[in-house]
């Protein structure tokens, strides 16, 4: 269910926002996306279209061109290509306890069906919650390289 949660979390739409850098008189570094007297747009998250980011001097670059900061983590193609593989094969996994989830929510609607008293409401939601987390595992799946 967590890997779920991450899975729909990650594939929430992005939002274009300018975050904003604060010192403070103590050297207290603040970072906001509310704009303060003194404080300068630090990052640009560019959204998920390539939208133009900005640079701390105001100018803008395509957000494909902007070069990842110096301490941001490197990754060679050969661990990028397993962590790849590892992340589709537990998306498999998912999907494919999904689709047993799925055969058993409409089977389970199935009988209901035939049952006096049945919660139709909540079989049919629950049938829905599964055809929905299959079409979001093969849509996540389809992102892998």
Known sequence: MRLLFALLLGLSPTVHAEI??????????????IPRPGAKPAVVIPDAKGAAATTSGGKKI??????SPASFPKVDTGTQRK????RRQLLLEE??????????AKTAYAHGSR???????RL???V?????????LNKELSHIK
């Open 83 to 86: 962590r790849d593989d590892m």
């Open 62 to 67: 395509k957000a494909s061109a902007a070069a």
């Open 124 to 126: 049919t939601e629950s």
């Open 95 to 104: 999907l494919a306890s999904e689709q047993r989830n799925l055969t058993a």
């Open 115 to 121: 049952q006096p008293g049945a919660d139709f409401t």
């Open 20 to 33: 904003y850098k604060f010192v403070d008189e103590r050297g207290n570094v603040t970072y906001t996306n």
């Open 128 to 136: 829905h919650l599964h055809e929905k987390n299959i079409e979001m």
